[in-house]
């Protein structure tokens, strides 16, 4: 029989409870019984008056945040109505049925008045929290790096001069305004319409573009993004998250750093690891990363830190597989000299300007007479051979790559770090920034973190703390009821 359902009538009374509302099993009431959030208010302390009128708790300030995050909610706008009408949302946050959720704008007025400590103190909180449920040890560190599309738009960027000119004196500015509105001027006939006078978007129409526009031009809404044109993520004004995650399966996230989009990864790697080092408090172990970080200065920087590095080498140029490489010549360290195939040995010519690597090169004369010439120095002159500052660390990482173990860690580095990239941008909103200035991008950053790491700490103590699980239980059940049923209980019976 087919049911109509009666149209909706407000009652006077219900029987109802958020408290009985929430199921147990609810993201947010584990987070509940996990975390203790009352660590934020001496926290945020400093940055009330003792007097006035009562804020909003700092507390539902973070939770109403941290639901925004976990929930990939990016408007403040609509989290605050989605705050308002979801019931486990305002069981989390402490309000009954009755009682209204705070404004959206609350939220701004707390970033702006906290400052990046507070928010980078929650982050280092979410990591405590990760160690207390058992999901970070010491072990080796994935490092990545990954485009955030900025909240701007690529066509709205104008030359940088324009918004670098200091405010002109008063002089200036009447002597300018005399000028360029001088009556004898009125009578000429306005100049035609160019194809190259000034566009809206400040470019001169017909101007070729620029091949470093970062250089010269700037977006008018986020001055700090910077354009970013690669195949894979597109023309766009963009910001970069580094990151390192760690643990059991690289599970929690211990550091990330936004910068612009265009800055070089193998620059944030010291960055990276020493703020992993300074809020996990763990030692650093294996360093695991892809080829963007495998230069000269972090193979030594890593080396002389002791640390095993887990990188492939950036390789600059094309090789020629036709020709001899360095594993044809021989490394004699006390003479400070390559030993090649023919018995000559190749010394330390010059430093390579800009680079950290040192050239090598045969003695004068000694390659044009030389049997393997057609194989070690074809092009005509003394062959040479570049050595990096710290090629001895470079030598032990591509052993250590070549290996079983090598080869494990950098398929590990795919799925840790790439999977927190891929889980952020699916379902936490990091596919795009929420404001705009690089100080805003790092709060983001700091918060998705956070609630990537309070959500599996979560889960982890919620599994720990569960006494059996619901599968087990109904196999005991079923096994106990079966032997209930069985005929050795029912033989005393019948006798
Ligand atoms: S070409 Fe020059 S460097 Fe190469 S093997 Fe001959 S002598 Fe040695």
């Not at 059940?477 to 079966?482: D, N, V």
């Amino acid at each position: 029989m087919m049911k109509q359902q009666p149209r909706f009538e407000a009652r006077w009374f219900y029987n109802l409870s958020l408290e009985r509302l929430v199921p147990d099993d609810h993201l947010l009431r584990l987070i509940a019984n996990a975390v203790d959030f009352a660590f934020i208010r001496p926290l945020c302390r400093p940055f009330y008056s003792h007097t006035g009128r009562p804020s909003v708790d700092p507390v539902v300030l973070f939770k109403m945040l941290l639901i925004g995050y976990l929930y990939g909610i990016t408007s403040e706008r609509r989290l605050a109505r989605e705050l308002s009408l979801n019931l486990a949302y305002r069981w989390f946050l402490g309000y009954d049925f009755d009682q209204p959720t705070p404004d959206h704008s609350v939220l701004s007025k707390a970033r702006a008045r906290f400052g990046p400590e507070v928010f980078e103190s929650f982050f280092h909180r979410s990591i405590v929290l990760c160690r207390e449920a058992g999901l970070l040890e010491e072990g080796p560190v994935y490092v990545d790096s990954t485009l955030i599309q900025a909240s701007a738009s690529a066509d709205l960027m104008v030359p940088r001069e324009d918004r670098a000119q200091p405010p002109l004196s008063i002089e200036e500015y009447v002597r300018r305004l005399y000028t360029e509105n001088d009556p004898g001027s009125e009578d000429e006939e306005p100049p035609p319409p160019s194809d190259t006078g000034p566009s809206v978007r400040g470019r001169k129409r017909g101007e070729k573009v620029l091949p470093q526009p970062n250089r010269v031009l700037e977006s008018k809404t986020d001055p700090e993004a910077t354009l970013v044109n690669r195949p894979d993520f597109g023309r766009h004004l963009a910001y970069k998250a580094h990151v390192a995650v760690a643990g059991k399966r690289g599970q929690v996230i211990t550091a990330a750093v936004a910068t612009t989009g265009i800055e070089a990864d193998e620059h944030l790697l010291a960055e990276v690891l020493w703020q992993h080092r300074r809020l996990s408090g763990l030692k650093l172990g294996d360093v695991v990363a892809d080829a963007k970080y495998g230069t000269s200065f972090n193979f030594l920087y890593l080396g002389r830190l002791g640390l095993r590095a887990f990188i492939p080498l950036t390789r600059f140029g094309v090789m020629r597989k036709d020709i001899w490489g360095r594993e044809h010549f021989r490394w004699l360290p006390e003479e400070d000299v390559y030993l090649c195939p023919a018995g000559e040995k190749l010394r330390r010519h010059a430093q390579v300007r800009g680079t950290q690597r040192v050239q090598y090169r045969a003695p004068r004369g000694s390659c044009a007479a030389c049997r393997f010439r057609d194989l070690c120095a074809p092009s005509g002159g003394e062959r040479t051979i570049h050595r990096s500052w710290g090629q001895e660390h470079v030598e032990r990482t591509e052993a250590l790559l070549a290996g079983p173990l090598g080869k494990q860690r950098l398929v590990q580095r795919k799925v840790y770090a790439e999977g927190a990239f891929g889980l952020a941008k699916e379902l936490h909103g990091l596919r795009r920034t929420r404001f705009r200035g690089r100080r805003r991008v790092q709060i983001q950053l700091w918060l998705t973190a956070a609630a990537m790491n309070i959500k599996r700490a979560a889960r982890q103590i919620a599994s720990k703390g569960r006494p059996v699980a619901p599968a087990l239980l109904a196999v005991v059940l079923t096994s106990l009821l079966r032997w209930l049923d069985s005929a050795a209980f029912q033989r005393p019976l019948n006798a």
